[in-house]
């Protein structure tokens, strides 16, 4: 379901904080593409992410890209106490200094990139990221925090729609891939809304979705990440070919690989399911070492 509401904006009326267009006028604050700033206006939207995400008094809660700072607040004024956010724009400083002012002690802003900081160090468990993430470096951001992922309780996440797709693909279908098979071996992934392009400033090309992950409570134990990344890059980096051919690259004896693991060696990769690539990166793993 498409959440388009333009509503009243409930945040706004109540944070005492000055509207969001009249923060952007003030701070000249006209969106950057080289930042992948698409920014959310609608704090009837912001409130919903940030509910999406609660409760919020009890953790870390860390964003991204806090932009002009509308999820930030919508975060803070659903209870967040310990709120860490991470801007590249050094525009927005003195926008986020001015929430830091009203909501003092809850709010702490790092100046930087957030592909270079180590956010499991950000606070105490648990932790919950929140962001409407710029669209250059939302993939790589997540695939960082997998390796993480059980320091976290909660990813809750805006990407454009084709990304959010990825995550929670299911075999056989067009979107399901490596991004698909990281994200459910490690988590429970859920698409909670889709937001249409309008409600953004500016809008950008493409629909964009809400995602969350939360780690699995019964994820399969004993398989490597790293070889479970190799295992699937080379079965989808050459996802029109049979197994038996595009799982050459691993450098075992794909034969032995497939007939271990009880998987026809004429299968493509996406007729595999989690479990099947679980259990190809045991197998692998067994080979690997023998
Ligand atoms: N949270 C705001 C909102 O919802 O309106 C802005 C979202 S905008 C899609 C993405 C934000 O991430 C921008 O403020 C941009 O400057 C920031 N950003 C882009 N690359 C970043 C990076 N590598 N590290 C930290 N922030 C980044």
């Given at each position: 379901?498409?959440?388009?509401?333009?509503?009243?904006?409930?945040?706004?009326?109540?944070?005492?904080?000055?509207?969001?267009?009249?923060?952007?006028?003030?701070?000249?604050?006209?969106?950057?593409?080289?930042?992948?700033?698409?920014?959310?206006?609608?704090?009837?939207?912001?409130?919903?992410?940030?509910?999406?995400?609660?409760?919020?008094?009890?953790?870390?809660?860390?964003?991204?890209?806090?932009?002009?700072?509308?999820?930030t607040r919508a975060l803070l004024y659903h209870?967040?106490?310990?709120?860490?956010?991470?801007?590249?724009?050094?525009?927005?400083?003195?926008?986020?200094?001015?929430?830091?002012?009203?909501?003092?002690?809850?709010?702490?802003?790092?100046?930087?990139?957030?592909?270079?900081?180590?956010?499991?160090?950000?606070?105490?468990?648990?932790?919950?990221?929140?962001?409407?993430?710029?669209?250059?470096?939302?993939?790589?951001?997540?695939?960082?925090?997998?390796?993480?992922?059980?320091?976290?309780?909660?990813?809750?996440?805006?990407?454009?729609?084709?990304?959010?797709?990825?995550?929670?693909?299911?075999?056989?279908?067009?979107?399901?891939?490596?991004?698909?098979?990281?994200?459910?071996?490690?988590?429970?992934?859920?698409?909670?809304?889709?937001?249409h392009r309008s409600a953004f400033t500016p809008?950008?090309?493409?629909?964009?979705?809400?995602?969350?992950?939360?780690?699995?409570?019964?994820?399969?134990?004993?398989?490597?990440?790293?070889?479970?990344?190799?295992?699937?890059?080379?079965?989808?980096?050459?996802?029109?070919?049979?197994?038996?051919?595009?799982?050459?690259?691993?450098?075992?004896d794909v034969s032995a690989l497939l007939t271990?693991?009880?998987?026809?060696?004429?299968?493509?990769?996406?007729?595999?399911?989690?479990?099947?690539?679980?259990?190809?990166?045991?197998?692998?793993?067994?080979?690997?070492?023998?």
């Amino acid at each position: 379901m498409t959440d388009n509401s333009p509503g009243t904006d409930t945040v706004l009326a109540h944070d005492g904080l000055p509207p969001l267009r009249d923060v952007i006028a003030t701070h000249e604050l006209s969106a950057k593409k080289q930042f992948g700033q698409n920014f959310l206006f609608d704090l009837n939207l912001t409130g919903r992410i940030a509910r999406a995400a609660a409760p919020l008094d009890d953790a870390t809660v860390i964003e991204i890209g806090p932009g002009p700072g509308g999820l930030t607040r919508a975060l803070l004024y659903h209870g967040a106490k310990n709120l860490t956010v991470i801007e590249r724009d050094p525009r927005c400083q003195p926008v986020l200094a001015q929430i830091n002012a009203h909501y003092p002690g809850c709010l702490h802003v790092i100046d930087g990139d957030a592909l270079e900081v180590d956010v499991v160090k950000l606070g105490p468990a648990p932790r919950k990221i929140v962001a409407n993430l710029p669209y250059n470096v939302g993939t790589q951001l997540l695939l960082n925090w997998l390796h993480d992922i059980d320091n976290f309780s909660s990813l809750t996440l805006m990407f454009q729609k084709e990304v959010a797709e990825r995550v929670v693909a299911r075999p056989k279908s067009k979107a399901y891939g490596r991004l698909s098979v990281l994200c459910q071996y490690l988590c429970d992934c859920q698409i909670l809304f889709e937001v249409h392009r309008s409600a953004f400033t500016p809008p950008p090309k493409v629909t964009s979705a809400v995602v969350q992950l939360r780690p699995r409570a019964d994820r399969p134990v004993g398989v490597d990440l790293q070889s479970l990344g190799k295992v699937t890059q080379a079965a989808f980096g050459q996802r029109r070919k049979m197994l038996r051919a595009s799982l050459k690259s691993l450098g075992v004896d794909v034969s032995a690989l497939l007939t271990q693991t009880g998987i026809v060696e004429t299968a493509r990769a996406e007729e595999l399911s989690i479990d099947d690539f679980v259990a190809l990166t045991r197998i692998y793993d067994q080979l690997k070492s023998a």
